[in-house]
């Protein structure tokens, strides 16, 4: 199972909006709408931002937003704020019962 | 309060088995399905192994398939991954991750254990 496909960083002002792809196949992201995506600090475990393609857990601001179109799925912040910057890492289902995570997004706040 | 603490990690030889576990508490462990995921050093997030809330069901990466074993003790509140024939790409800090109760999202995890398999 191939990670599923993301830019390797992405930048922004503060304040500012960005969004990061998350490319798959019709075996995962295409077909499944088991798609999260994972915020990770240096050091740190990973934290859950948006789970099911769009939905926001408990406690995560509502600048993080999610969505799909066909094989891809993105996630947006809505106004880049200093704390955002992370690593941020997509996921889906497969048809082979198993997760697969994306390469990683780099996120600086300029 | 639900935490994952995982411990088992060290320093083993390329060839050599290692037994991670992962206490969890602060919640019903036996109806949630658990998870393994690594991170081999300055690399990306890998899934390696789910586990049913029973215990019966299990599936693996290709990567660890045959290799590495995941289990539980839901008397104990203990997630288990046994890793056997272990290669130098294996070096990772490993995270026990708990799974939503639908979805395969993973809204909770450990703070990690490192394996090193190195001569």
């Known amino acids: 199972q191939s990670a599923l496909t993301q830019p390797a960083s992405v930048s922004g002002s503060p304040g500012q909006p960005i969004t990061i792809s998350c490319t798959g196949t019709?075996?995962?992201?295409?077909?499944?709408?088991?798609v999260s995506w994972y915020q990770q600090h240096p050091g740190k475990a990973p934290k859950l931002m948006i789970y099911d393609v769009s939905n926001r857990p408990s406690g995560v601001p509502d600048r993080f937003s999610g969505s799909k179109s066909g094989n891809t799925a993105s996630l947006s912040i809505s106004g880049l704020q200093a704390e955002d910057e992370a690593d941020y890492y997509c996921s889906s289902f497969t048809s082979s019962s198993t997760l697969v995570f994306g390469t990683g997004t780099k996120v600086t706040v300029l | 309060e639900v935490q994952l603490v995982e411990s088992g990690g060290g320093l083993v030889l390329p060839g050599g088995s290692l037994r991670l576990s992962c206490a969890a508490s602060?919640?019903?462990?036996?109806?949630?399905?658990m998870n393994w995921v690594r991170q081999a050093p300055g690399k990306g997030l890998e899934w390696v192994s789910y586990?049913?809330?029973?215990?019966?069901?299990?599936y693996y990466a290709d990567s660890v398939k045959g290799r590495f074993s995941i289990s539980r003790d839901n008397a104990k509140n203990s997630l288990y991954l046994q890793m056997n024939s272990l290669r130098a790409e294996d070096t990772a800090v490993y995270y026990c991750?708990?799974?939503?109760?639908?979805?395969?999202?993973?809204?909770?995890w450990g703070q990690g254990a490192l394996v090193t398999v190195s001569s």
């Open positions: 602060g919640f019903t462990f036996n109806t949630y399905e």
């Open positions: 586990i049913d809330a029973s215990g019966t069901l299990m």
């Open positions: 019709s075996s995962d992201v295409g077909i499944y709408n088991y």
């Open positions: 991750a708990r799974q939503a109760r639908t979805g395969w999202d993973l809204g909770y």
